[in-house]
């Protein structure tokens, strides 16, 4: 194509640019992306850190008692072991997104790794008994701090690693895997330790049970994690990833009000569901239901939540449908969230009870690598780990305000029958009509005020077209004495 000069276009010279660059080209070979099968590698890698972390945090809650009797601390300071998490998490999750948009995903996880696996060992370590040995606590609460380090840098890469390995209609079902590593952890969490701690001296065998796994998941991505992205992208979007630098991409999602809306309102949802998840054994207890009947529900609020995660994760993969899959399941969370209200201040309703969790798990996990995606869509150009790292960050501080908030306005009972918390039941009446108040407040924000568009793919269809242009163009102007004689038959069906 001859521009109105008579000279071939910049276009044209940009192609042939390309094309010479030798073999590896990608318009050479007709191909601009390329797929990895070492990518399910690291997203394997990344799921056994995220399910070992989580498994980390949650040692002690299921074995509250006998681990107090075992460190000859009080259940406040056990408390204390898995609240860490939660205290560490809010200060760090600035450093950790700048480290995976900056310093990229390898570091970030073979960091993640070994601060993983050193706490776990150094937890071990400061269970040994010995009779001179009287410092156990604070080794095993340094250990936990060290694994609330490696959190962070674990639970905000799902998002990155998406972006970066799997092309966009493997994403949503990327993310969903590496994201559902995490309650997983939590169930496996409350199943093995009270299996393998039925008595106070059983806790180092517990914690050298959950060491193991973490020095060989240290191996598997120190070695095994070669590279932060592979060698040719899988998206038009993974050439771009990190184009805003860590400053300016803050700057500009402070300016978004699509992503600022879902930043408050998915964050409050978050702290709705630590809430649950939190002070779920201190409200059905009131009430008569057992330690074990709480435990169960917990159960299916996690297995049912990751059902509903995979089913969702592989429908927004085929369907692109972000925004109207988190509204639609924001709404069903909302109105679980009211019948949970209801449904735990009566006695003898477990089948009710146990259905509501259920629900609850089935449309509330799913939402959440699902609304990852979705502000990565509305925040484009914005590196991965800055977008939904915040999102996170928000879920934590809106967590700890909730926490206080609910336990706050708890009054003590003077008379109560049925419960089998012991001696200081409290009411639970006003607080959970106030946490299914908030849910439903931020659900209507969210379905009201929430609309954008999707940056990413639209900026992936765009790239797609300038380069089948780019293509069509240079198979067009090549002269016929420098193209095969198969390539001048078979062009226009090559490229159609």
Request: glycine share 6%; with cysteine.
């Amino acid at each position: 194509m001859m521009d109105n000069n008579g000279e071939v276009s910049n276009d044209i010279r940009t192609v042939y640019a390309a094309v010479s660059r030798g073999p590896n080209s990608d318009l050479k070979n007709g191909q601009l992306f390329k797929l990895y099968k070492r990518r399910w590698f690291v997203l394997l890698v990344l799921c056994l850190l995220n399910c070992s972390n989580a498994t980390i945090w949650l040692t002690f809650a299921p074995v509250a008692n006998q681990s107090a009797q075992y460190l000859k601390v009080t259940l406040d300071e056990i408390n204390w072991l898995s609240l860490v998490y939660m205290v560490v998490a809010i200060p760090l999750s600035f450093a950790t997104t700048w480290m995976l948009d900056t310093l990229g995903l390898r570091i970030t996880l073979i960091l993640g790794a070994w601060l993983n696996m050193l706490g776990a060992v150094l937890r071990f370590l400061g269970t040994l008994p010995g009779e001179s040995f009287k410092i156990q606590y604070p080794i095993v609460m340094l250990g936990q701090t060290l694994g609330a380090l490696a959190q962070p840098l674990i639970v905000f890469a799902p998002t990155k690693l998406a972006a970066l390995w799997f092309p966009d209609h493997q994403r949503a079902t990327a993310n969903m895997i590496a994201s559902m590593a995490n309650p997983l952890g939590i169930l496996l969490a409350n199943i093995i330790s009270p299996v393998m701690a039925e008595t106070s001296a059983q806790i180092p065998k517990l914690l050298l049970a959950y060491a193991i796994p973490t020095c060989i998941i240290c191996v598997l991505a120190t070695v095994g994690i070669r590279s932060s992205s592979p060698p040719t992208p899988p998206s038009a979007s993974a050439e771009t990833s990190n184009s805003e630098p860590f400053i300016q991409g803050i700057k500009l999602l402070l300016r978004n009000r699509a992503y600022l809306i879902l930043l408050l309102c998915f964050g409050s949802g978050i702290a709705v569901f630590t809430c649950f998840s939190t002070l779920l054994d201190q409200i059905l207890c009131v009430k008569g239901y057992t330690n074990d009947f709480a435990g169960l529900c917990g159960a299916l609020f996690i297995v049912f939540g990751i059902i509903g995660a995979g089913i969702l994760g592989l429908y927004v993969d085929k369907t692109k449908k972000f925004m109207e899959a988190t509204k639609i399941n924001m709404s069903f969370c909302a109105v679980a969230c009211i019948a949970f209200s209801v449904v735990s201040l009566m006695p003898q309703q477990k089948v009710a009870v146990a259905a509501v969790c259920s629900f609850f798990g089935f449309f509330g996990f799913s939402i959440y690598p699902v609304a990852m995606e979705l502000s990565v869509e509305c925040s484009y150009p914005v590196g991965e780990a800055t977008s939904a790292g915040l999102v996170f960050v928000s879920g934590q501080v809106q967590s700890v305000v909730y926490i206080v908030l609910l336990q706050a306005l708890t009054t003590r009972l003077a008379d109560s029958p049925l419960s089998t918390c012991g001696e200081a039941a409290l009411s639970w009446k006003v607080p959970m009509m106030v946490m299914a108040g908030l849910c439903t407040l931020f659900t209507c924000c969210f379905l009201i005020f929430f609309n954008t568009r999707y940056r990413r793919l639209e900026a992936e269809e765009q790239a797609t077209y300038r380069t089948r242009e780019s293509q069509h163009l240079y198979r067009n102007e090549r002269p016929p004495w420098r193209r095969g004689a198969a390539e001048n038959a078979e062009e226009t069906c090559h490229y159609e």
